[in-house]
């Protein structure tokens, strides 16, 4: 929008981070203030050569303050925000990897409310520091974060704990986590991810599944892929008929019965509970590949069924 002139959103409970208006090379005026954005401020604002007046004041705005040219510098008011300096500059290199990893997350507002300032070891949540200032842990397990994984965790150069669980996060693992040679825990379970995981080294202390946790949708998709091929391969070798039965009066499935022994029946049932619980509606449902293998090794018995038939998110087929 080249002509606009004035944009006046002040006081309306706006979330997010400041839409890119560098195009609006006619614009004067940008009041935002009293709102609740967050992020960094885009510097096109200081680009723009005829904006006269700018107004950011009682936000969650992070990052550094944006610089103009000082022979043209607007009347400003940036008061109550979260920056890191009180004059345009650059922030601490680990605030500068911290709100890249937010932006990557949509700079949620849960974050903003504690990242401000310059030192990310005092006195912001989610995070670990060592005594000598450096990330030993970032957790930002059950948030509910939408987004994708930063690729700038690979400036954490001496974390320990990457912990990412039980939000909505897509994409994929980065193979960049790799480089982190004194990562020893990552968690991203329960997630939408995809793909498939990169090749740490033998050499870190890293162990499947107790120290990366996986899940995601696709990974559910394989587990059940991998189930139906069993009970193929199971009813080929062994059963000549198979009948499935659905009892609608107890809304109960009778699931199996099979011309043959119990032990092969169990084993079929055993795979069939397995499955419902793979593809549960809520990621957050689904167990983990240890949990399904204890399951699988376990007693059939000790499988419940009727808190996934019963669920009104799942459709009985």
Known sequence: MPKLVEVNLEGNSIEGSISDLSNSTSLQYLFLANNRLTGVVPPFLGLLNNISQVSLENNWLQGPLPAFNKSRAPKL???SNGFCLDHPGPCDHRVTTLLQVAQTLYYPFLLAQSWRGNNPC?????????????IRTVNLTNLNLTGTISLS????????????????????????????????????????????LPPFSKKKPLSLP????????????GVIVMIFVAISYYCKRHFSRIMLNKDIKEDKIRLLRFASGK???????KI???????????????????????????KLESISLESIISSPTVPLL
């Open 77 to 79: 008011n940036f008061t």
């Open 122 to 134: 005092q006195d912001w949540n989610f995070i670990t520091c060592d005594d000598k200032g450096n």
């Open 153 to 196: 965790f690979k400036n954490l150069t001496v974390l320990e704990g990457l912990y990412l669980g039980g939000n909505r996060l897509n994409g994929s693992i980065l193979d960049i986590l790799t480089s982190l040679r004194q990562l020893k825990i990552l968690d991203v379970s329960n997630n939408n991810l995809s793909g498939s």
């Open 210 to 221: 107790q120290a990366m946790l996986f899940s995601s949708i696709s990974a559910g998709v």
């Open 263 to 269: 032990d092969d029946e169990d084993i079929i049932k």
């Open 272 to 298: 069939l509970f397995v499955g419902l619980w793979c593809i549960q509606m809520n990621p957050s449902d689904r167990p983990k590949m240890c949990k399904v293998v204890e399951m699988l090794q376990g």
